[in-house]
T-cell receptor, first 112, second 113 residues
Framework: TQLLEQSPQFLSIQEGENLTVYCNSS?????LQWYRQEPGEGPVLLVT?????EVKKLKRLTFQFGDARKDSSLHITAAQPGDTGLYLC????????????FGQGTELSVKP | KAGVTQTPRYLIKTRGQQVTLSCSPISGHRSVSWYQQTPGQGLQFLFE???????NKGNFPGRFSGRQFSNSRSEMNVSTLELGDSALYLC????????????FGEGSRLTVL
């Protein structure tokens, strides 16, 4: 059983469309991170959300942490081909050093 | 400043062989952690080292081992390679305070034939 369940697993859309990726769990977390990984590279941190109900914006990306701190969403407005990549949610287990637990990821393809 | 450097980037081995992968963290970072990424299992935590001590370990067999040197550089070793060990092995470094951002290298892609 995955600690973090991401959906959808795959998403193929046209440039200009909007999309939402979900990251759900039955556990409560003190914080949650979103990473993006492009082919041939390692994951890069996009944002960390720490407060229940928190909303953070990064240009066309909007991240939300659920009120109960069990789930999170990533919304992309007017997707661009440059948004193509693997989006991963992750939780850092603070009481276990640098142990980062990842969701399975959402593979996003934005076609021009 | 220089990022996390992993070597080699690509390698091919045969079943039964062993492999050693290297990771140089960002200068000043004392924590190095290793992850295995496969299409089926995604990104899975292998182990984490801080100040030359293994601080945390994932659910991998004993064939997977690692170490960290006094300059924070780390190596991981996989012995008696199996076909299922084919994966992208990612190293990440952090300051090591237990919180904050992990910086990942580009990974070492291992293919076992």
């Amino acid at each position: 059983t995955q600690l973090l369940e991401q959906s959808p697993q795959f998403l193929s859309i046209q440039e200009g469309e909007n999309l939402t990726v979900y990251c759900n769990s039955s556990s409560v977390f003190s914080s949650l991170q979103w990473y993006r990984q492009e082919p041939g590279e390692g994951p890069v941190l996009l944002v960390t959300v720490v407060t229940g109900g928190e909303v953070k914006k990064l240009k066309r990306l909007t991240f939300q942490f659920g009120d109960a701190r069990k789930d999170s969403s990533l919304h992309i407005t007017a997707a661009q081909p440059g948004d193509t990549g693997l989006y991963l949610c992750a939780v850092l287990l603070y009481n276990q050093g640098g142990k980062l637990i990842f969701g399975q990821g959402t593979e996003l393809s934005v076609k021009p | 400043k220089a990022g996390v450097t992993q070597t080699p980037r690509y390698l091919i081995k045969t079943r039964g062989q062993q492999v050693t992968l290297s990771c140089s963290p960002i200068s000043g970072h004392r924590s190095v952690s290793w992850y295995q990424q496969t299409p089926g299992q995604g990104l899975q935590f292998l182990f984490e080292y801080f100040s030359e001590t293994q601080r945390n370990k994932g659910n991998f067999p004993g064939r997977f081992s690692g170490r960290q040197f006094s300059n924070s550089r780390s190596e991981m070793n996989v012995s008696t390679l199996e076909l299922g060990d084919s994966a992208l092995y990612l190293c990440a470094s952090s300051l090591g305070s237990g919180a904050g951002e992990l910086f990942f290298g580009e990974g070492s892609r291992l293919t076992v034939l």
